[in-house]
């Protein structure tokens, strides 16, 4: 299944946003869930990550809490970086937590249209299939050449 979002639609969601759940965040930096987690803290994001197996460490400033019901305070996205089949029960988890949840974002290859409708139903945008990491950079002129932004300057120009 196959979703187009709007430009201004991506936009709006990740402007309004200012406080991240990240489901699956993981603690090793060559995994994506740790660079996209990691660059939304860097872009005055505030990540609260999740995952059962790191609970209690910290990371980028914040403790790693094990499940959406451990998070104090509500959160404006819940971005998800879990298999398809794992989302059904963290997004009813995020819409029983969070009564003024704004977006279910689910990561490159996570998706679950049943989700996604109950979100909606509720008035939740849902985004599927994207990186909220990826579209930022596109959307506020950080990409560059070869799709990346890797923040060297060469001084031999």
């Not at 936009?11 to 946003?17: M, Y």
Request: charged share 25%; hydrophobic share 40%.
């Amino acid at each position: 299944m196959s979703e187009d979002y709007s430009d201004s639609h991506l936009r709006e969601i990740l402007t309004r946003t200012r406080r991240v759940a990240v489901v699956g965040v993981s603690m090793n930096p060559v995994r994506p869930s740790y660079y996209v987690a990691r660059y939304l803290s860097l872009k005055k994001f505030e990540v609260v990550p999740v995952n059962p197996g790191h609970a209690g460490q910290m990371l980028f400033g914040q403790r790693i809490v094990a499940s959406l019901s451990e998070i104090e305070g509500g959160v404006d996205m819940v971005d998800i970086f879990r298999r398809s089949e794992h989302v059904p029960p963290i997004v009813d988890e995020a819409l029983e937590m969070f009564p003024g949840l704004q977006t279910v974002w689910m990561q490159i290859g996570v998706e679950h249209a049943q989700a996604a409708a109950r979100a909606r139903a509720r008035g939740v945008d849902v985004v599927m299939n994207r990186c909220p990491k990826i579209e930022y950079q596109r959307l506020f002129g950080e990409l560059r050449m070869g799709g990346f932004n890797t923040g060297v300057i060469s001084s031999k120009l």
